[in-house]
């Protein structure tokens, strides 16, 4: 209860619950109040057009078709409530069938429900109407049964669910009655669902109601419903047309009242889905104007990437998180850098930041970002300096290749947009790249839908899909985290021969230490969104700086001198990159902290942001793998 | 080395084995395909023996003679046992004699024949207007409303759609009616005649479908937008409209394609109401009068043609499913 309640006060549940009030109060009420005036002939008044006296005119009696319609509002939902309630009760019989009364009997009956299921409403409708016959009687029947093996198949999905669990088969062993065990047992488990779903169904109804009255084949005069006086009007329309208008708005009104309502407590009853947060996971497209940056006088030809202060924020709540704040780095032609940190470091947000992969609503700033010494944010348009020149490898083989299309023409396409290739020009291209990148028999594989190809062929393919173009830049973005370790290899020795042969620089971002040492001449630790130390990949080992990369290194197992030493992970939590701490962002987790560590945030200086930079750590500084919670 | 050998046989098998999976998928769906067709038609003979009393005697009413109502039912066969009855009933539907209609005395294939194409027209015109329009409409706003871009468009496009969506096609026609005939005189108010005729019936049709189809496309759109591989074709830094059109929709579709079966299904039985409200000289208003009068052998026939329309949409929509999407549907992989 307390849930729809919550419900109630969505915007969406605000209009339904809003209009289903104004609706159930008209149906007990309007007859009640306003019978004398909607009965009343006024036969001075015959077919008269709306006035003063009659908002809504008259119809060919003389009676009021406001206070008629106001009226109709009791018949009008009466009978479409008992239909839902016809619906809904022989639907859960049918549907419970098989779980109470055995496969023999349930079986078939399902099945022929997943026929029924298969027509459309209305023809079902008429089918019993033609049963039941001409009249609000047989209508109501109609439009029930009609509807009831939608709520059938609906039943027996839930309860089949509830059906499996301890108690029902403990009620069943002990010789309880299918009857009981349906209300004792089942219904209370499915009826959340089941009310929101008569709720939206009676919607539904209501128009199937009004749609057979309006055919002549339910209400029948003197009595009248919404769909009765549409067809009453719809004759005179030249002449009144109110007449067939106001109980077509009434039946809308009212349609829509009990579909909104049942909508909002559908959605309320969901699981919550954060947006905001779904943002920073998927980033979208979206590049704010970065403040005019200064021009570079002399641009280095050896220069393929030039990130100055580079930012990246989101949105979140009504508040703004920044996972980037200030990351300065350059790369230089053929040379390999790594890119280290834990998830939430901001490290790939970074290289898709810099790959200008980002969209709304992410917010990416910065003071420089240049690629081949062409500045990124200079408001013009970048896509074939970038297709061409900019190569992506992303962490999941398996869901980056587009399922729809052959692999080989995914590889073409990228030449055909960028360098004017003919298509077959293209193609052929494509299949030389794939046997670049040690594909076996590329052309038929070329014609292969990705789903034929293994993971490692899947990840060595996207690398040929970068070298389509003369890549000067490859970003990958743990390109070998989705594989297995035999495959992690070829991979890496795929990255590196291309790096070797093509003269191509590397950004590799991983979470593995041991990885980006083995491939990379520089490393970046990130941290909480920032550089905190810059050094050579010879030097993880044995010269690092920061506690950070040391805690790093210390956790890998193979780089450890002292292989005696249990395995080490890092102490702590990573930073949430909603709430940053003030001064250094690693102190919660330094053993070295002090009093300035927490107060002042140090800056990165001769490639280390570390107030003390290479002391000695009180050991064991990275504690034993068993004191941390997983 | 062995890869080519291995990998030769290795194909050969899989084209057994997916020459197979269609087999059995062929072979699944034509056994429901014949299955609901027997219960269609199994339930339109038991239709008229389920309405209470005499059927005949309601046809004809309290006044007629009791020879002629007993000359009637023995026309129809209604003397003979059930069974005997269902048998006639079976063979008159494979060599399609369908009886004559209690009101008019015309053979019932005849009247079908004449007005099942009105009624087909509108049903499939109307289908083509709302997938014509969905489609661009969904794949348009998905790509200006994602990630919460252009909110007031994705707020107008919702709540307009789902209240299109809720609107009953027949009050629709009114209100078309209304505009567009009445005040406006653009378009004829009712009748089958000429081009201009087609236009406010067709639209009355098309516009609830056309609403909730669009809402699905967006839906689709959305969640394929935010994939993998989509990212992958922006790293490739192709146009939007590539990106958007060739990579994006395609993915798109399948939920689509299901949806707008069961859509063309609820169409072929809004045509009901439609021609209603427009007079058209379609099934829709000659089943109405027939229930009205109780002519049974004509209902009973207009009744399967409606049904046999529904199960044949949903097994092509199946159909098309499956070669579009064979992994998705007939479990490929
Ligand atoms: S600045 Fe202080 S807290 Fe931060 S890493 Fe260095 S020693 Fe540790």
Not at chain 1, 483 to 491: A, E, F, G, H, I
Not at chain 2, 134 to 139: E, Q, S
Request: hydrophobic content about 50%; overall charge neutral.
């Amino acid at each position: 209860m307390q849930r729809w309640s919550r419900a109630a006060r969505t915007p969406l549940g605000i209009v339904g619950f809003g209009l289903l009030a104004v609706t159930l109060f008209l149906a007990v009420f309007a007859p009640l109040i306003w019978h004398r005036q909607a009965g009343d002939y006024d036969t001075d008044n015959l077919l008269a057009g709306a006035s003063g006296e009659h908002w809504f005119g008259t119809d060919n009696l003389g009676r009021d078709i406001f206070y008629r319609v106001l009226v109709a509002t009791r018949l009008s939902i009466t009978l479409a409530v008992s239909a839902t309630l016809i619906a809904v009760v022989v639907g859960v019989v049918l549907g419970a069938a098989p779980t109470l009364l055995g496969r023999w009997i349930g079986r078939p009956l399902i099945g022929l429900v997943n026929i029924l299921v298969a027509f459309p409403g209305l023809l079902l409708v008429l089918f019993f109407a033609i049963v039941f016959g001409v009249g609000a009687k047989g209508a109501v029947l109609a439009v029930g049964l009609a509807g009831a093996p939608t709520f059938a198949r609906l039943g027996h999905t839930l309860m089949a669910a509830v059906a499996g669990r301890d108690f029902v088969a403990a009620a069943r062993a002990s010789g309880v009655r299918p009857g009981r065990i349906l209300v004792r047992h089942l219904l209370p488990n499915i009826a959340e669902p089941l009310i929101v779903n008569a709720t939206i169904g009676a919607g539904g109804v209501l128009l199937s109601f009004a749609g057979l009255s309006f055919l002549g084949l339910g209400v029948q005069s003197p009595d009248y419903d919404w769909g009765r006086m549409m067809q009453d009007g719809l004759g005179g329309i030249y002449v009144h047309p109110l007449a067939a208008l106001a109980p077509g708005a009434a039946v809308i009104i009212a349609g829509l009242a009990f579909n909104l309502s049942g909508e909002a407590v559908a959605r309320a009853l969901g699981v919550q889905v954060d947006v905001a947060w779904r943002a920073v996971v998927t980033p979208t497209r979206h590049r704010a104007r970065a403040a005019a940056p200064p021009p570079a006088d002399d641009v280095d030809p050896d220069l393929v990437l030039d990130v100055a202060n580079l930012r990246v924020a989101f949105p979140h709540g009504g508040d703004v998180i920044r996972p980037v704040r200030g990351v300065t780095f350059q790369v230089r032609r053929g040379e390999a850098v790594g890119i280290v940190g834990e998830s939430g470091s901001g490290k790939s947000l970074t290289a898709l930041a810099v790959a200008d992969l980002l969209e709304f609503p992410a917010q990416v700033d910065a003071d420089r970002l240049a690629v081949l010494g062409t500045d990124l944010h200079d408001g013009t348009d970048h896509r074939h300096l970038l297709g061409t020149s900019v190569a992506m490898v992303f962490q999941d083989p398996m869901t980056s290749f587009n399922p729809a299309h052959r692999v080989g023409a995914q590889l073409a396409e990228a030449a055909r947009a960028h360098q004017g290739a003919t298509r077959k020009q293209a193609w052929r291209r494509a299949v030389d790249r794939l046997s670049a990148v040690h594909i076996h028999d590329p052309h038929r594989r070329a014609r292969q839908y990705p789903f034929e190809f293994s993971g490692g062929m899947r990840q060595r393919a996207m690398i040929g899909m970068g070298l389509m173009g003369a890549p000067k830049l490859i970003v990958a973005d743990e390109p070998t985290t989705a594989l297995d370790v035999t495959v992690q290899r070829q991979v890496l020795d795929m990255l590196r021969e291309v790096r070797t042969t093509d003269d191509v620089a590397l950004i590799l971002i991983s979470h593995d230490v041991s990885v980006v040492a083995e491939v990379c001449d520089r490393v970046m630790v990130m941290y909480a969104g920032r550089v905190v130390e810059d050094l050579p990949a010879a030097d993880l080992a044995v010269a690092a700086r920061h506690p950070y990369t040391r805690a790093l290194v210390a956790a890998v197992p193979d780089m450890h001198s002292d292989l005696d030493a249990p395995l080490a992970t890092i102490f702590g939590q990573p930073v949430d990159p909603a709430h940053v701490p003030d001064g250094c962002a690693y102190a919660a987790r330094c053993p070295l902290a002090d009093r300035r560590c927490r107060t002042q945030e140090p800056t990165l200086t001769s490639g280390v942001a570390c107030w003390h930079p290479g002391e000695s750590l009180p050991v064991p500084h990275a504690r034993d793998a068993r004191e941390v919670d997983a | 080395m062995s890869a080519t050998p291995v990998a030769v046989s290795e194909r050969g098998r899989a084209t057994d084995w997916w020459r197979n999976r269609w087999v059995r998928f062929a072979a699944r769906r034509t056994l429901r395909l014949l299955v609901s067709l027997w219960v269609l038609v199994t339930a339109a003979f038991f239709m008229v023996h389920l309405v209470p009393g005499d059927p005949i005697r309601a046809a004809l009413g309290p006044l007629a003679p009791a020879d002629l109502v007993s000359a009637q039912r023995h026309a129809l066969g209604l003397d003979d046992p059930l069974l005997v009855q269902y048998g006639h009933f079976l063979r008159g539907l494979l060599t399609g004699q369908l009886g004559d209609s209690i009101g008019s005395q015309l053979p019932v294939s005849q009247i079908i024949g004449q007005r099942l194409p009105a009624t087909a027209e509108l049903a499939l015109l109307a289908f083509a207007v709302a997938v014509v329009v969905a489609i661009p409409l969904g794949v348009g706003v998905a790509v200006l409303t994602r990630h919460g871009r252009a909110r007031r468009t994705e707020l107008a496009f919702v709540s307009s759609t789902v209240i299109l969506g809720a609107v009953p096609d027949f009050v629709l026609g009114v209100v078309f009616v209304f505009v567009f005939a009445v005040n406006l005189h653009w378009l004829p108010v009712a009748g089958r005649d000429g081009a201009s005729s087609f236009v406010l019936p067709v639209l009355a049709l098309a516009v609830g479908p056309a609403a909730i189809l669009s809402r699905i496309v967006r839906v689709e759109m959305l969640s394929v937008l935010d994939t993998d591989y989509l990212r992958t074709a922006r790293a490739k830094r192709l146009s939007g409209p590539r990106i958007n059109l060739v990579h994006a929709l395609p993915n798109a579709v399948t939920a689509t394609l299901t949806v707008s079966g069961l859509l063309l299904g609820s169409l072929v039985a809004g045509t009901v109401l439609v021609e209603n409200v427009f007079a058209w000289p379609g099934l829709g208003s000659t089943i109405v009068q027939s229930i009205i009068n109780k002519d049974y052998p004509l209902v009973q026939a207009i009744v399967l043609v409606y049904g046999v329309g529904v199960l044949l949409i949903n097994t092509v929509v199946d159909v098309v499913l499956a070669v579009l999407a064979p992994r998705s549907t007939i479990g490929v992989d």
